[in-house]
């Protein structure tokens, strides 16, 4: 049986939820777990009255901790908000106490399974769930840049005139501030992408991606819709056993930290790294996000 727990039911566990319920995936049962249970009892006959609509069924219901005994993912998006003005980096602190409390609710009801993050700040609460969990590495898959990933690829294929699946290109990084294109590896079809677009366009393009969330943030209050969608990306990937290349947080084991970087996701998790032949600039804004995950990191374990 294929299994998902949802633990935060706000706008991107319900954005999630919601995806699930209108793509055909292999998914069996679906449980809802959040502080708020009467809101949960809501969620879960709303999603009820989606089925005679969906492609697939799925048995949705709501649940507590122990539901996670035998789930093939849980996907957690519980914790504080990103407020107007935030960065990803000031709900450290916030949410680290929260991850503290859900991980180990979890593993005390005998999960074996894979953790999906969707917390921000995305890779430092990765990082926190691996270690207040003690899975192995492979276990624990962050959202990553998928998002920033699927944004860039969205905005250079709407530019140039051509489909976004036809864009190979990614960003990489911290999912933050200090995330980065690596234009080099970057094509459309097999053409180098500087063929295409200018490099004052790829900078503007760049600055798009990286401001996106503060623009939506700052016009609807948050952003949930694409990130749903990812998660969904990612679970059929795990669902399918597909081999597929995104580029979640995955642990990096040179520098003991999680980062968005391309990695091969199967029903094991994450199965490898893929390698990344980067120029010295590119290089330097790599090992500037790595910094950037390190020092909050270190604030947490202060």
Not at 117 to 133: C, E, G, R
Not at 139 to 165: C, F
Request: charged residues 25%.
């Amino acid at each position: 049986m294929k299994k998902v727990v949802i633990i935060g039911c706000g706008n991107v566990g319900m954005s999630y939820a919601y995806a699930l319920l209108n793509q055909r995936t292999s998914l069996n049962e679906l449980v809802l777990i959040d502080l708020d249970m009467e809101r949960v009892k809501g969620e879960v006959m709303d999603l009820n009255h989606c089925l005679a609509f969906s492609p697939t069924h799925i048995n949705i219901k709501e649940g507590k901790y122990s539901d996670c005994k035998d789930a093939s993912i849980v996907m957690i998006a519980a914790g504080a908000n990103q407020g107007p003005g935030e960065t990803r980096m000031d709900l450290i602190n916030k949410n680290s106490k929260i991850f503290k409390q859900i991980v180990g609710s979890v593993m005390e009801s005998g999960f074996d399974g894979i953790f999906l993050i969707a917390t921000n700040p995305l890779d430092v609460m990765t990082h926190l769930t691996w270690k207040y969990s003690g899975l192995p590495t492979n276990k624990i898959i962050g959202s990553g840049t998928t998002l920033d990933t699927a944004r860039l690829r969205y905005l250079v294929g709407d530019k140039v005139n051509i489909g976004p699946k036809n864009v190979h290109a990614y960003v990489i990084g911290e999912h933050g501030d200090s995330e980065f294109v690596p234009w080099s590896n970057s094509t459309i079809g097999l053409q180098k992408i500087d063929t295409f677009l200018t490099e004052e366009e790829r900078e503007e393009i760049y600055e798009e991606v990286k401001n996106a969330a503060y623009e939506i943030i700052n016009r609807k209050g948050a952003t949930y819709y694409g990130i749903g969608m990812c998660l969904v990306r990612i679970t059929n990937a795990i669902f399918e056993d597909e081999n597929a290349v995104m580029t979640v947080s995955t642990y990096d084991n040179e520098n003991d930290i999680f980062i968005g970087l391309p990695s091969i996701v199967s029903k094991e998790g994450v199965e490898r790294r893929i390698y990344l032949d980067l120029i010295k600039e590119e290089e330097h804004k790599l090992q500037n996000s790595v910094n950037v995950i390190k020092e909050a990191l270190s604030e947490v374990e202060e």
